[in-house]
T-cell receptor, first 108, second 116 residues
Framework: GQSLEQPSEVTAVEGAIVQINCTYQTSGFYGLSWYQQHDGGAPTFLSYNALDGLEETGRFSSFLSRSDSYGYLLLQELQMKDSASYFCVKSSASKIIFGSGTRLSIRP | ETGVTQTPRHLVMGMTNKKSLKCEQHLGHNAMYWYKQSAKKPLELMFVYNFKEQTENNSVPSRFSPECPNSSHLFLHLHTLQPEDSALYLC???????????????FGEGSRLTVL
């Protein structure tokens, strides 16, 4: 069954901030990653959280709360090129499991 | 250029054909993976190889047969496929033995497979 839950679609306005949430099952949990995938392209790695707290990389930040089995990806100063699918990904002892993905659409 | 190269990028085959997908990574990584991405479904892990040894087979039908001759090359041999096997097949690699240390996988552009 699905061990990660994230919204299927999110719409936001150019220049705004958007948060994509992800909850996961805790069995064997090591860390939570985020990937971006544009239509027709390969998934590309954005961030990884193994410990609680916020990791910031430019306009993108990722947060993890292990006690809540919850994380999010925060995208600031949205640009049209950020329109893509975003996947939260759970790492365990021997597997890397992808969520279903959130399709982010950005309006001018 | 991601450092992981997949060929062919597009493949159309009949149900009785035999074909192979190829993946090559130039990153010096120790682990390689096959994922299947179907429309409106999450990426499904198929196989994992660590140091050329298969460490994961995620209940994949035997009509998919992986081969890893060395740490840089990974193949997926296809035979007697079904139309529902049409999907994007993605190859990935990671530095560590399982990729869990940093959660980072390096993906190829994928092979788009259509089974008629």
């Amino acid at each position: 069954g699905q061990s990660l839950e994230q919204p299927s679609e999110v719409t936001a306005v150019e220049g705004a901030i958007v948060q994509i949430n992800c909850t996961y099952q805790t069995s064997g949990f090591y860390g939570l990653s985020w990937y971006q995938q544009h239509d027709g392209g390969a998934p590309t790695f954005l961030s990884y959280n193994a410990l609680d707290g916020l990791e910031e990389t430019g306009r993108f930040s990722s947060f993890l709360s292990r006690s809540d089995s919850y994380g999010y990806l925060l995208l600031q100063e949205l640009q049209m090129k950020d329109s893509a699918s975003y996947f939260c990904v759970k790492s365990s002892a021997s597997k890397i499991i992808f969520g279903s993905g959130t399709r982010l659409s950005i309006r001018p | 250029e991601t450092g992981v190269t997949q060929t062919p990028r597009h493949l159309v085959m009949g149900m009785t054909n035999k074909k192979s997908l190829k993946c090559e990574q130039h990153l010096g990584h120790n682990a390689m993976y096959w994922y299947k991405q179907s429309a409106k479904k999450p990426l499904e892990l198929m196989f994992v190889y660590n140091f050329k040894e298969q460490t994961e087979n995620n209940s994949v039908p035997s009509r998919f047969s992986p081969e890893c001759p060395n740490s840089s090359h990974l193949f997926l041999h296809l035979h007697t496929l079904q139309p529902e096997d049409s999907a994007l097949y993605l190859c990935a690699s990671s530095p560590g033995s399982s990729g869990t240390e940093t959660g980072e996988l390096f993906f190829g552009e994928g092979s788009r497979l259509t089974v008629l």
